[in-house]
């Protein structure tokens, strides 16, 4: 999916679960917090953000008994480890890159698991 301009969550994006929605918007609100103001301390909270995020989507899948719950997390464990490579300040590349990432993740991997949880 392209990179919506400005960099925001949009209705495209949603899954059907408030709870991950909510978490999505918090995401797409992180990354462009740090194409904005990209200091050390704002990469970190964008870890952080992702992180717990991941934690809470995959627990979700866990419950529901998701067949795709491993592959889903290796996919989250491949972009946790592209991001905590970044440092500060975190190249436009890279931050494009992880914009681009999320737009992409979002409507073919976590669609997937759209009325499965």
């Known amino acids: 999916m392209k990179i919506p301009a ?3 969550w949009t209705k495209d994006f949603a899954t059907a679960y ?3 929605d909510s978490e999505h918007r918090t995401l797409f609100n992180g990354l462009f917090a740090l194409s ?3 200091t050390a301390a704002q990469l970190n ?3 952080e953000v992702f992180s717990l995020h991941f934690h809470d989507e995959q627990g979700q899948m866990k419950r529901a008994n998701y067949a795709g719950t491993q592959e ?3 996919i989250h464990n491949g972009f946790m480890d592209q991001m905590r490579g970044w440092n500060s300040p975190v190249t436009q590349k890279q931050l494009k890159d ?3 990432w999320l737009c992409n993740h979002i409507p073919t991997e976590d ?3 759209k ?3």
């Open 18 to 20: 408030e709870n991950i």
């Open 98 to 100: 992880g914009m681009a």
């Open 6 to 8: 400005p960099y925001c």
């Open 115 to 117: 009325g499965k949880l």
């Open 72 to 74: 889903h997390t290796d």
């Open 36 to 38: 904005e103001f990209n």
């Open 45 to 47: 909270a964008c870890i």
């Open 111 to 113: 669609f997937k698991y």
